[in-house]
């Protein structure tokens, strides 16, 4: 391994440039002097004095006593596990700070309007944006969630979304899905009510191409831009405009009753 693949790696654990530098210089220099190190890994020697006790107090070193000092290098692999578990202890420091700061943040009051105060559309084109959007959209359902989609493409999206169906079911509301496709598919039916509880789910199939959406209880609707795509492979419109989901709900019950079981 190339000596810039070394500094790398000793990076990615945590160390700085120079750190590594020392670090690397005395490992293949065994036992060492200052002046020797500042030579070879093209440090400055107060620099080097500067660096010795964090790279000790690491206990990536050990200082022998004798005049002139000298410097050698713990065992490789107690040394890199002890680094690995400082970085694992400041990355557990780090993720309770995130923790308490989103607990904190849940707790003010941001006075965010409630859907159907105002209509909202918003364009999305990132896909993590755009599954987030979608699980929200089914877990505040309670009455119904409507969609029509491909069936060549429904059951990655429903294996994805099964909690969040199951979470809408709970709270009362009814999955109704219209698939696209040139025949009924009773397979598909079957592995749809395996996914999701069956009782509460009602699958329909329709033989011509239809407009493709996830809608919330009449109050919040996803629309894609492009049929020939999965979910969040291409931008989605979200919206919670009352005249347009309107002509979307009559668009469903519509091809609803022209659509077979």
């Not at 060492?32 to 006790?53: C, H, M, N």
């Not at 699958?203 to 407009?211: D, G, S, T």
């Not at 969040?232 to 022209?258: A, H, M, Q, Y």
């Amino acid at each position: 391994m190339s000596s810039d693949e070394n500094t790398d790696l000793l990076l990615s654990l945590g160390l700085s440039l120079n750190k590594a530098k020392v670090y690397l210089a005395i490992l293949k220099l065994e036992k060492t002097t200052v002046g020797q190190i500042a030579k070879f890994s093209k440090v400055r020697r107060e620099d080097v004095y500067r660096l010795l006790p964090a790279l000790e107090k690491l206990g990536l070193i050990e200082r022998l006593l004798g005049k002139p000092m000298e410097i050698q290098a713990t065992p490789i692999s107690d040394a890199l596990s002890f680094l690995v578990s400082e970085e694992k202890g400041r990355f557990d420091e780090r993720l309770d700070g995130m923790r308490i700061t989103v607990q904190r943040l849940s707790l003010n009051d941001w006075k965010q309007p409630l859907p159907g105060e105002e209509s909202i559309y918003i364009l999305i084109a990132d896909k993590k944006a755009i599954l987030a959007k979608t699980s929200r959209l089914i877990r505040n359902s309670r009455k119904e969630v409507a969609l029509i989609a491909d069936k060549r493409r429904i059951i990655p999206v429903l294996s994805h979304f099964s909690d969040e169906c199951e979470w809408a079911i709970k709270k009362g509301a009814q999955i109704r899905l219209i698939f696209e496709g040139n025949s009924t598919d009773i397979l598909l039916g079957e592995k749809v009510n395996k996914l999701i509880d069956g009782a509460s789910v009602h699958v329909k199939f329709h033989h011509k191409p239809l407009n493709h959406f996830i809608m919330s209880d009449d109050k919040e609707a996803l629309i894609t831009t492009s049929k020939e795509s999965g979910l969040g492979e291409s931008p989605t419109l979200w919206t919670n405009n009352s005249n347009l989901i309107g002509v979307l709900r009559t668009g469903f019950e519509s091809d609803w009753k022209n659509s077979e079981n």
